[in-house]
C-alpha cells in the first residue's frame, strides 16, 4: 500500500464492527495505520478485519466491552503486544435510546452513561502512560449533533454533551505532553442502524433531508475522513475543540 498521512501509527479502534467506526478502520489502514478494533459484535467484527488485511492492512481485533476497565486494559495491553505502541485512540463505541422524558428507566440512564461516558474515559485513561512516555498521542471522541438537543434522546443527548465536556478538559490537562484531544459530533449519517429506521425515500428520510442544508444524508466515510485528519499530524495545533458534521445541520437550528 502507498505511503499515508498516517503511516507507521498504530490506532484503537472501538465500536469498530459497523457504520462509522468500520469506516474510520478502513480509512486509517489506507493511510497507512496499523488498527486494533474492539466491539462487542464478535462476527462482523472479524469480517472487517479479513477485509482489511484483504487490503494488505495490519488488522487486529478483539471482542470487549468498554464499559469493563480490566477488559480496556486488556485490549491496550494487546494493543501493545501486537503492535508496539498506541499513537491513537478513537473513541467511537456507543449507543443510543429513543425514549420520552417520562419513560426513560433509570437503569436505560445507568448503561447509557457506562459505554458513551464511563467507556469512552476507561480508554483514555488506559492509553494516557503509553501517549505520555511517547510524548506523542492524537485522542478523537465521537460525540453527536443530539449533544445540542434532539427529540425523545434525553439521556443520549447528556452523554454526548458529557463527552464534549470531558474533550475539552482532557486536552487541558493533556496538552503538556504532546497529546491532541478533539471530539466529532455527526448528524444524520447513513449507517446500517440510521438506515433501519430511516428507509430511503420514507416520508421521514424526506423530512431530515430538507432540514439539511447541504440536501443530503452523510455518509461514514464523511466522518471518517475528518478523523483521519485529527488522527494527523496536520491537526498538530487543534486540541479541544467540537467538529460537527453535519451538513450545515446545526447551523439550520438556529433559523
Known sequence: MSRGRLQDRVAIITGGARGIGRAIAFKMVKEGASVMLLDLLADELAQVVYELKALGGNAYSITSDVSDRSAVDDVVSLTLKKLGTVDILVNNAGISLADSLEEIKEEDWDTLVKINLKGSFFCVQSVIPIMKDNGYGKIINISSRASLGKLSRTVYSATKAGLIGMTRSMALELARYGVNVNCVAPGPIATELFNSVNPEGS??????????????IGRPEDVANLVAFLASDEASFITGQTIFICGGLTVGMAH
Open 203 to 216: 416520508e421521514k428520510t424526506k423530512a431530515i433531508i430538507d432540514a439539511i442544508p447541504l440536501k443530503r
